[in-house]
């Protein structure tokens, strides 16, 4: 089993940057992928960023290319997510989440089996 705390949202103006992070116990954490997911209200989950297991490898779902970077601290057993350019359409609560498998590096959230309770993002205009 692992266990995973989002921390670090907020609210921020259009424009303005937020840092989540997502601390995790119970497994080996540095021997998986990690990824992060987000849901608005009334709207299904969807990927946003997802890290290989080592860090030199990543992935973003176009909408958030080029103003999100995913990173992680495998000695701190730690994941992050830099968004900056915040948009009034980012707002959501974001969760990081750690996949059923070590061999599994997938940007579908049917693929990751642990998820964090989620942090509140909000963008104002």
């Known amino acids: 089993q692992v266990q995973l705390v989002e921390s670090g949202g907020g609210l921020v103006q259009a424009g303005g940057s937020l840092r989540p992070s997502c601390a995790a116990a119970?497994?080996?954490?540095?021997?998986?992928?990690m990824g992060w997911f987000r849901q608005a209200p009334g709207k299904e989950r969807e990927f946003e960023a997802t890290?290989?297991?080592?860090?030199?490898?990543?992935y973003y779902a176009d909408s958030v290319k080029g103003r999100f970077t995913i990173s992680r601290d495998n000695a701190k057993n730690t994941v992050y997510l830099q968004m900056n350019n915040l948009k009034p359409e980012d707002t959501a609560v974001y969760s990081c989440?750690?996949?059923?498998?070590?061999?599994?590096?997938?940007?579908?959230?049917?693929?990751?089996?642990?998820w964090g309770q989620g942090t509140q993002v909000t963008v104002s205009s």
């Open positions: 890290i290989n297991r080592s860090g030199d490898n990543t």
């Open positions: 119970g497994r080996t954490f540095s021997i998986y992928a």
């Open positions: 989440a750690a996949p059923y498998s070590a061999y599994i590096w997938a940007a579908k959230a049917s693929d990751y089996g642990y």
